[in-house]
């Protein structure tokens, strides 16, 4: 272990935060790539060869079937700029990229997709606007390609991120971000399994801008998203930033509290002859009462979840060679 290692090591081990020694660090999570990660990396290579910045590129290969990580650990061992961290399996888009960006060592850190649909050459203007007094830089695609099922399930999971943070932005999909070292310090702080990175930025409070950027058309394969992936991903979105769900459902049981009781009530003063209107009104009460106390108990259980919820994201399999072997 180097000296700058060893000083670094100790830094951590007294919880010191040491000043960023990278210009921009490269997040990019990968799931059977192969055929673009090379380009990928010459292309951004050459972004910031020709814009004279210190940078480094974190790819992490979130349990590929193909040859991702061996292709990966092949350019790691010709260019140091290049870190890989291998997950033990597939642990999702989101896990990547909070293995990736929690590593990274740069003053700015960009995270964008493997598939070459954000083009490397758009990321100065991610830059630009962090350099013009942004703290969170999110790409506008200008032009989509996605099947229409995807494109809607996108828009309901873009309302609802806009809802959640308060945030009146155009475009919260894809990975094409950029965030200043403040930011991702702060990240590290709150977030946990199951919280998307960048509306977390955004609920933190952050500035953000946004710029248009050229989406490009995939090169071969298809979206890793399916209905299910889309679904989740809403799921995520307001189990981690809201308790509305719950505080609807004690709602919704009291007041069928208190039309059952108002029910119960009249029946006991007029007497109806039949059974329905009295067996009716008992069964509003007491499903009203049974979602009241469900509801109230699953306010209690979130708030045991914000302070407990830093159960294990991912698992590495194996980490940057370089620093693997010091």
């Not at 092949?74 to 033990?88: G, K, N, S």
Request: glycine share 8%; hydrophobic share 45%.
């Amino acid at each position: 272990m180097s000296e700058l290692e060893r000083s670094e090591s100790g830094k951590r081990a007294r919880g010191e935060r040491s000043e960023p020694d990278l210009d921009v660090s490269i997040v990019v999570p990968l799931l059977d790539e192969e055929r673009t990660i090379a380009e990928l990396i010459r292309r951004t290579s050459a972004v910031f060869e020709a814009r004279r910045q210190s940078f480094e590129l974190i790819a992490v290969d979130d349990g590929s079937r193909d040859q991702t990580a061996a292709r990966l650990r092949e350019i790691e061992a010709d260019d140091p700029r290049v870190r890989v961290f291998e997950f033990t399996r597939n642990f999702g888009q989101a896990a990547a990229l909070a293995c990736g960006v929690f590593a990274t060592r740069g003053r700015v850190v960009v995270t964008l997709d493997g598939d070459l649909q954000n083009p490397p050459e758009e990321i100065p203007k991610l830059l630009d606007a962090i350099d013009k007094g942004a703290w969170v830089a999110t790409a506008r695609r200008s032009q989509r390609y996605e099947r229409t099922w995807r494109w809607a399930g996108s828009r309901i999971a873009h309302r609802l991120a806009q809802l959640l943070t308060g945030v009146p932005i155009r475009d919260f999909g894809g990975q094409f971000k950029a965030y200043r070292r403040e930011v991702v310090d702060a990240l590290r702080m709150v977030w946990a399994p199951g919280k998307p990175i960048f509306p977390l930025a955004l609920w933190l409070g952050y500035p953000v801008g946004e710029v248009d950027v050229v989406h490009a058309p995939r090169t071969g394969g298809g979206t890793r998203y399916t209905m299910i992936g889309l679904l989740r991903v809403n799921l995520d979105l307001v189990t981690s930033f809201t308790t509305v769900p719950l505080v609807l459902l004690s709602a919704v049981g009291a007041a069928g509290v208190v039309f059952g009781a108002v029910g119960l009530a009249l029946c006991a003063l007029r007497a109806p002859s039949g059974w329905l209107a009295p067996a009716t009104a008992l069964a509003v009460f007491v499903l009203g009462g049974v979602w009241c106390a469900a509801g109230v108990l699953g306010l209690y259980l979130a708030r045991v979840y914000k302070w407990v919820s830093t159960s294990t994201a991912f698992a590495v399999r194996r980490g940057p060679a370089r620093e693997s072997a010091s």
